[in-house]
């Protein structure tokens, strides 16, 4: 089943516009989720918001935005007030600019969405904005307001669809300077750089999603499956944690440990 749009709203570049829907890209909802119980009788606990002077519980249709202006003294936000300060991009995708595709570094990409046309009328147009950045080697640029949070977004033609990545704010990003600036600014030796280069050469191989699977999620769902079966817990492992081992402190160590590691990695082979 086809997950639900996210957001619908249109994509516009001058005088084209076109209906689409976004979805996110990822999902975490295949997580083992808790919800906190009452240890003696096994019910749900349920949270609820109280007034923080009279301890009194707030039902939700008289709960209200508010924003501080000084100590605790607030100003009350109302929909209708939300509504009138709304941007353009709330709900249209307006292709600003178009940047080549290797001229935004990946530490700016944040959150990734599929963006597609929403009915069959709007189809041609979107397809002929996607092929034309693709053959162009270009990305658009645009804004939109998302959470009630206006974002720079990056669309990228991605077959039949386009993916929008919301950008990070530049006061987002540190600089590599600011973090590496520290670092010594060491030559490797030579001959230890082709060890390990030869070290990568054995490890290389083509990309396969399980390279990233989850082994906590994995035990925690087996783990339930027992208790469900009610038998008994099973043993985490009989094989210890490999402790770690001691850093090498001169260039005839590493060199014998990376002698070490390609043998071992031949023999895997």
Same mark, same amino acid.
């Given at each position: 089943?086809?997950?639900?749009?996210?957001?619908?709203?249109?994509?516009?570049?001058?005088?084209?516009?076109?209906?689409?829907?976004?979805?996110?890209?990822?999902?975490? %909802?295949?997580?083992?989720?808790?919800?906190?119980?009452? #240890?003696?009788?096994?019910?749900?606990? %349920?949270? /609820?918001?109280?007034?923080?002077?009279?301890?009194?519980?707030?039902?939700?249709?008289?709960?209200?935005?508010?924003? &501080?202006? &000084?100590?605790?003294?607030?100003?009350?936000?109302?929909?209708?007030?939300?509504?009138?300060?709304?941007?353009?991009?709330?709900?249209?995708?307006? $292709?600003?600019?178009?940047?080549?595709?290797?001229? @935004?570094?990946? +530490?700016?990409?944040?959150?990734?969405?599929?963006?597609?046309?929403?009915?069959?009328?709007?189809?041609?147009?979107?397809?002929?904005? /996607?092929?034309?950045?693709?053959? #162009?080697?270009? /990305?658009?640029?645009? /804004?939109?307001?998302?959470?009630?949070?206006? %974002?720079?977004?990056?669309?990228?033609?991605?077959? *039949?669809?386009?993916?929008?990545?919301?950008?990070?704010?530049?006061?987002?990003?540190?600089?590599?300077?600011? $973090?590496?600036?520290? $670092?010594?600014?060491? *030559?490797?030796?030579?001959?230890?750089? *082709?060890?390990?280069?030869?070290? $990568?050469?054995?490890?290389? &191989?083509?990309?396969?999603?399980?390279?990233?699977?989850?082994?906590?999620?994995?035990?925690?769902?087996?783990? +339930?499956?027992?208790?469900?079966?009610?038998?008994?817990?099973?043993?985490?492992?009989?094989?210890?944690?490999?402790?770690?081992?001691?850093?090498?402190?001169?260039?005839?160590?590493?060199?014998?440990?990376?002698?070490?590691? @390609?043998? *071992?990695?031949?023999?895997?082979?």
């Amino acid at each position: 089943m086809a997950p639900r749009p996210y957001w619908k709203g249109y994509l516009k570049l001058s005088l084209v516009t076109c209906h689409v829907s976004l979805t996110p890209a990822t999902s975490d %909802r295949d997580k083992v989720r808790f919800h906190t119980l009452n #240890s003696e009788t096994g019910n749900r606990v %349920r949270s /609820r918001y109280v007034d923080a002077e009279t301890g009194d519980p707030v039902d939700d249709e008289e709960e209200v935005r508010g924003y &501080e202006v &000084e100590d605790g003294r607030h100003i009350v936000i109302e929909d209708d007030d939300l509504e009138a300060v709304g941007l353009e991009s709330t709900r249209t995708i307006d $292709i600003e600019a178009f940047v080549p595709s290797d001229s @935004i570094e990946w +530490i700016w990409y944040d959150t990734p969405y599929y963006l597609m046309p929403e009915d069959e009328v709007s189809q041609e147009a979107f397809a002929v904005i /996607r092929e034309a950045m693709d053959a #162009s080697g270009m /990305r658009g640029i645009s /804004r939109l307001v998302l959470a009630r949070r206006e %974002r720079a977004v990056m669309l990228v033609p991605q077959g *039949k669809g386009i993916v929008l990545w919301t950008l990070r704010y530049g006061d987002e990003v540190r600089q590599p300077k600011e $973090i590496f600036g520290d $670092i010594a600014d060491r *030559k490797a030796d030579s001959k230890l750089v *082709k060890l390990v280069q030869q070290v $990568i050469d054995e490890r290389s &191989e083509p990309w396969d999603e399980k390279m990233v699977r989850d082994p906590v999620q994995e035990n925690l769902k087996k783990l +339930i499956a027992s208790k469900k079966k009610k038998k008994k817990r099973p043993a985490a492992g009989t094989s210890k944690p490999a402790e770690a081992p001691e850093p090498a402190d001169n260039v005839v160590d590493i060199m014998d440990a990376l002698r070490k590691s @390609i043998s *071992k990695d031949k023999k895997k082979s």
